[in-house]
T-cell receptor
Framework: AQSVTQLDSQVPVFEEAPVELRCNYS??????LFWYVQYPNQGLQLLLKYLSGSTLVESINGFEAEFNKSQTSFHLRKPSVHISDTAEYFCAVRGGGSYIPTFGRGTSLIVHP | DVKVTQSSRYLVKRTGEKVFLECVQDMDHENMFWYRQDPGLGLRLIYFSYDVKMKEKGDIPEGYSVSREKKERFSLILESASTNQTSMYLC????????????FGSGTRLTVV
């Protein structure tokens, strides 16, 4: 079965600083990778996804993630965060023979002024 | 704007009550899902359905059942609510090909007292 590890439960950072949220998964065979964001008191929204092709994928609000097959990672990065980026971020992976994506436990990004 | 609508944002129920959580989507999606979200545990899949009247158990189906009589509606039923079912419940839907990602509802925060 697929497993997903988000190494940091909480990441505090100052506004305009760069940030990286880490995600590692267990299977490297035909994986499809997702990042979701959950703002306070809301459901999850799809932020970006990797299905195939270029290993670097971008979202419309400045986040990017890179698929690294050899390290089985899909870390999320942003070069300069805003207060409004404060949210919970979930990595999800579909692969390893499973039809349904498996979610990580989430990383709480807290942006301080 | 496409939507997944959960009928209640907040619910308080008594131990032993039968509880219905309703979810409706307007995107003609084949797949629908129920997750519960708890701090530190991330999202855990309760049940999912890939067609009308079809259902599959997820990772934690005990104490829950589901109903999908129409394509747009997926109901989660707590047969006899218990305090350990106090949680945030999230409904999601997707096209048959789950690689396009999920659309989530805003969630129902259920408290069982």
């Amino acid at each position: 079965a697929q497993s997903v590890t988000q190494l940091d439960s909480q990441v505090p950072v100052f506004e305009e600083a760069p940030v990286e949220l880490r995600c590692n998964y267990s299977s490297s065979v035909s994986v499809y990778l997702f990042w979701y964001v959950q703002y306070p008191n809301q459901g999850l929204q799809l932020l970006l996804k990797y299905l195939s092709g270029s290993t670097l994928v971008e979202s419309i609000n400045g986040f990017e993630a890179e698929f690294n097959k050899s390290q089985t990672s899909f870390h999320l990065r942003k070069p300069s965060v805003h207060i409004s980026d404060t949210a919970e971020y979930f990595c999800a992976v579909r692969g390893g023979g499973s039809y349904i994506p498996t979610f990580g436990r989430g990383t709480s990004l807290i942006v301080h002024p | 704007d496409v939507k997944v609508t959960q009928s209640s944002r907040y619910l308080v129920k008594r131990t032993g009550e039968k509880v219905f959580l309703e979810c409706v989507q307007d995107m003609d999606h084949e797949n629908m899902f129920w997750y519960r979200q708890d701090p530190g545990l991330g999202l855990r899949l309760i049940y999912f359905s890939y067609d009308v009247k079809m259902k599959e158990k997820g990772d934690i189906p005990e104490g829950y059942s589901v109903s999908r009589e129409k394509k747009e509606r997926f109901s989660l039923i707590l047969e006899s609510a218990s305090t350990n079912q106090t949680s945030m419940y999230l409904c999601a839907s997707s096209l048959r090909e789950v690689n396009y990602g999920y659309t989530f509802g805003s969630g129902t925060r259920l408290t069982v007292v």
